[in-house]
């Protein structure tokens, strides 16, 4: 390895780890005191760093508000794509959906109710688009496992595109519910039963 390429790939790891101890510190003072009241300068003494080392890698606390649900997003994609097109039958597949689903959105409560109301309407925007993009990744391969499901014969379904939106729909919408207090039942017991009511629901008699 070149002394060259190897100053760039320390260079690289110390800009990596760096940008993840601000974004750490980010989601800690955004949860803790809410966007509004968060600070670049609060979010530097959180990181244990000046204020202008901040400023080198992120232009605003929107830009790092911005990252964190971009991040965030990308991981929810990931785990429920993996959830839908892991080995396993429809029951199996869409309870493992649900709770990947719902546990994210859990997992992220205090950051959510204190974001939520509080971005700014460009942030606000860039999240929606990002979320209409997994929210569409996640019905595409809804699509596709019922499509081959109903090809093998093991389940009948009517509509495709209605039934993989239900699914994705009902999965957002219970993570909501959740999070408002609505649904308090164990995640377990919750998950089941909205797997049986799905299946009835979107597959055919």
Same mark, same amino acid.
């Given at each position: 390895?070149?002394?060259?390429?190897?100053?760039?790939?320390?260079?690289?790891?110390?800009?990596?780890?760096?940008?993840? #101890?601000?974004?750490?510190?980010? &989601?800690?003072?955004?949860?803790?005191?809410?966007?509004? &009241?968060?600070?670049?300068?609060?979010?530097? +003494?959180?990181?244990?760093?000046?204020?202008?080392?901040?400023?080198?890698?992120?232009?605003? +606390?929107?830009?790092?508000?911005?990252? %964190?649900?971009?991040?965030?997003?990308?991981?929810?994609?990931?785990?429920?794509?993996?959830?839908?097109?892991?080995?396993?039958?429809?029951?199996?597949?869409?309870? &493992?959906? $649900?709770?990947a689903v719902i546990s994210f959105f859990e997992r992220r409560r205090d950051f959510i109710e204190h974001c939520q109301l509080e971005m700014s309407p460009e942030v606000?925007? +860039?999240?929606?688009? +990002?979320?209409?993009?997994?929210?569409?990744?996640?019905?595409?391969?809804?699509?596709?496992?019922?499509?081959?499901?109903?090809?093998?014969?093991?389940?009948?379904?009517?509509?495709?595109?209605?039934?993989?939106?239900?699914?994705?729909? $009902?999965?957002?919408?219970?993570? %909501?519910?959740?999070?408002?207090?609505? #649904?308090?039942?164990?995640?377990?017991?919750?998950?089941?039963?909205?797997?049986?009511? %799905?299946?009835?629901?979107?597959?055919?008699?």
């Amino acid at each position: 390895m070149s002394s060259h390429l190897a100053r760039s790939t320390k260079a690289d790891v110390v800009s990596d780890f760096r940008r993840a #101890q601000i974004l750490t510190a980010a &989601r800690q003072s955004f949860t803790r005191h809410g966007v509004t &009241r968060t600070t670049v300068e609060t979010i530097a +003494k959180t990181a244990g760093m000046a204020k202008g080392t901040v400023y080198l890698y992120y232009r605003s +606390k929107d830009d790092m508000l911005h990252q %964190i649900l971009t991040e965030d997003l990308a991981e929810l994609k990931d785990d429920a794509l993996r959830c839908v097109m892991s080995p396993g039958t429809v029951d199996e597949r869409l309870q &493992r959906f $649900l709770h990947a689903v719902i546990s994210f959105f859990e997992r992220r409560r205090d950051f959510i109710e204190h974001c939520q109301l509080e971005m700014s309407p460009e942030v606000r925007k +860039k999240a929606k688009q +990002k979320l209409e993009l997994v929210f569409g990744a996640q019905t595409e391969a809804w699509r596709a496992v019922l499509g081959d499901e109903s090809a093998r014969g093991t389940i009948r379904v009517a509509d495709l595109d209605a039934a993989a939106r239900t699914i994705v729909s $009902l999965a957002h919408g219970m993570s %909501i519910q959740r999070l408002r207090g609505w #649904q308090t039942d164990p995640l377990d017991a919750s998950v089941a039963s909205a797997s049986s009511l %799905i299946l009835h629901g979107v597959t055919a008699s």
